[in-house]
Every structure is written in C-alpha cells, then in structure tokens.
C-alpha cells in the first residue's frame, strides 16, 4: 500500500506571494492533518480535515487555510507569505482520525520563503 | 495546557541500549507515541501506548509509562548506527480527535 504523498517536496517562494501544498493520504484513509515544523517552534498542529469538513483547528491566523477533496487528498494554502512561514510542512493521515488512530506522516514540503 | 518536554540529545555507543524520556502535563492524555524523523525525511510512527497500560513491547522497543508522574520512556536495546535520528514523543488529549502535540525531539547519536 503506498504511503503519504506530499507534493511538491520543495518549494522557494518571495514574501508576499502564495502557495498550495497538496496531499494525498493513504488509500482509505479519511483524516488528513497538517503540521508546521520549525527550528524555534517545532511541530505544531495546523489543521484537521474530515470528510471534505474542517474538523479541528490549531493557533495559526487566517492566512494559513486548506480544504479536501472527495477523495480525501487535501491542500494546504498560504497566502501573503511572511520569511517566518519557512518550514517544513507535514500532512498526516489517519482512518477516521479519532483517539487512538494512528497517524501515518508523509515526507513533508519544505518551503522557503525569502 | 498542554506541554511535552524531552531532553535535546542523547549519545551512545552501539550495542549499547538508549533511553530517551519524556514528560508531559495533561492528565487527560490518552494515547503516546513515539516517532522517528532521519534528516531530510517525514516522520515515522515507531509505537504507541494507550494511557491504561504501563508497558508495550515491540522488538528492539520497550516503551514505559508512569501515568502518576506523567512519564514515558523508549528504549532501544542493541542500539545500531542506522538509530540515528531525532525521537519525538506525542500525546492526543481527550478531546476525541487524534490531534498530536509534540515535545520538541530528542536528537539521538549512536557511536560505532
């Protein structure tokens, strides 16, 4: 079965613009998190997707946004870009993502922002 | 709230077997994880422990858990070069999702 797909894997961006990581979950899987992972911060909960329903929601502004899709692959969105959203960004899935599923992490995007 | 906490860095000799420990703060955690991340590379599920059981074996993995003192400890016999990597341990709430907090890793160094 193959794992979580992330893509792109690398992405170099300038402060200002935006941009869409996307995510494709295990086959079957219908949960889909994301998470940012930095030097200073470490990793922290993005968001939470359920059957195309954002379902639970971490302490990032507005800018930070995602949806899913019926087929459960999700996107990630960033808009007006600031040098502190440089890192790595980690989508997870999970079955139904509730207590005690295990979440399964993709290889992650790292992007740059300058 | 929440807090995970683990100690930075942890240096062994291979053959040797390592501990990597972890402490938490909410009472409500019912389910802990350990996972793996090698350079460059997402993270890699290694085990887990429901809050009611104080040990879970898997191979070379002996993970612990002292609920009163909110400790939980890896440990990785016969330690090997390829161990080499940052170790996180994770906690989900009783909140009924499976939202991870993470402390912030410890970096393991094993020694031929």
């Known amino acids: 079965k193959a794992g979580v797909t992330q893509t792109p894997r690398y992405l170099i961006k300038t402060r200002g613009q935006q941009v869409t990581l996307s995510c494709s979950p295990i086959?079957?899987?219908?949960?889909v998190s994301w998470y940012q992972q930095t030097p200073g911060q470490g990793l922290q909960f993005l968001f939470e997707?359920?059957?195309?329903?954002?379902?639970n929601k971490g302490n990032f502004p507005g800018r930070f946004s995602g949806r899913q899709f019926s087929n459960s692959r999700s996107e990630m969105n960033v808009s007006t870009l600031e040098l502190g959203d440089s890192a790595l960004y980690l989508c997870?899935?999970?079955?139904?993502?509730?207590?005690?599923?295990?979440?399964?992490f993709g290889p992650g995007t790292r992007l740059t922002v300058t | 709230g929440e807090d995970v906490e683990q100690s930075l860095f942890l240096s062994v000799r291979e053959g040797d077997s390592s501990v990597i420990n972890c402490t938490y703060t909410?009472?409500?955690?019912?389910?802990l994880y350990w996972y793996k991340q090698e350079p460059g590379a997402g993270l890699q599920l290694l085990t887990y422990?429901?809050?009611?059981?104080d040990m879970k074996q898997d191979q070379r993995l002996t993970v612990l858990l002292n609920k009163k003192d909110k400790h939980l400890s890896l440990r990785i016999a016969d330690t090997q070069t390829g161990d080499s990597a940052i170790y996180f341990c994770?906690?989900?709430?009783?909140?009924?999702?499976?939202?991870?907090?993470f402390g912030k890793g410890t970096m393991l160094l094993v020694s031929p």
């Open positions: 422990i429901f809050s009611n059981m």
């Open positions: 086959s079957g899987h219908r949960s």
């Open positions: 997707y359920f059957s195309e329903t954002q379902r």
């Open positions: 997870a899935s999970s079955l139904n993502g509730g207590q005690g599923n295990e979440q399964y």
């Open positions: 909410d009472s409500s955690s019912t389910y």
């Open positions: 994770a906690e989900t709430s009783n909140s009924g999702y499976s939202t991870l907090t």
